[in-house]
């Protein structure tokens, strides 16, 4: 079957780092678009990394600068490093693939705070 499980979110204070990870298994991963996503309750699901099967990345405005999205197509991972974390950072973040389909992780929560 087909599975992506993230894990790595945490507490952390403003201004520091964590490093998400999602692993996949059923699905040929070198051929799959993955992404991050993140969403608080009330709010639209919105991406905050991409990185395509062949490498190219792209991030939402606001990450820019601060998170690196990077994949390991042998250990069918996916990783984002968040750096310089803010309060507005907190949500629970998702990891997606896709290629005919989409398919979802479960989540992991960020949470950022002092």
């Known amino acids: 079957q087909v599975r992506l499980v993230e894990s790595g979110g945490g507490l952390v204070q403003p201004g520091g780092s964590l490093r998400l990870s999602c692993a996949a298994s059923?699905?040929?991963?070198?051929?799959?678009?993955v992404g991050w996503y993140r969403q608080n309750p009330g709010k639209q699901r919105e991406l905050v990394a991409g990185?395509?099967?062949?490498?190219?990345?792209n991030y939402a405005d606001s990450v820019k600068g601060r998170f690196t999205i990077s994949r390991d197509n042998e250990k069918k991972m996916v990783f984002l490093q968040m750096n310089s974390l803010k309060p507005e950072d907190t949500a629970v973040y998702y990891c997606?693939?896709?290629?005919?389909?989409?398919?979802w992780g479960q989540g992991t929560q960020v949470t950022v705070s002092s």
């Open positions: 059923g699905i040929i991963f070198a051929i799959y678009d």
């Open positions: 997606n693939g896709r290629y005919r389909t989409n398919y």
């Open positions: 990185i395509t099967s062949g490498g190219s990345t």
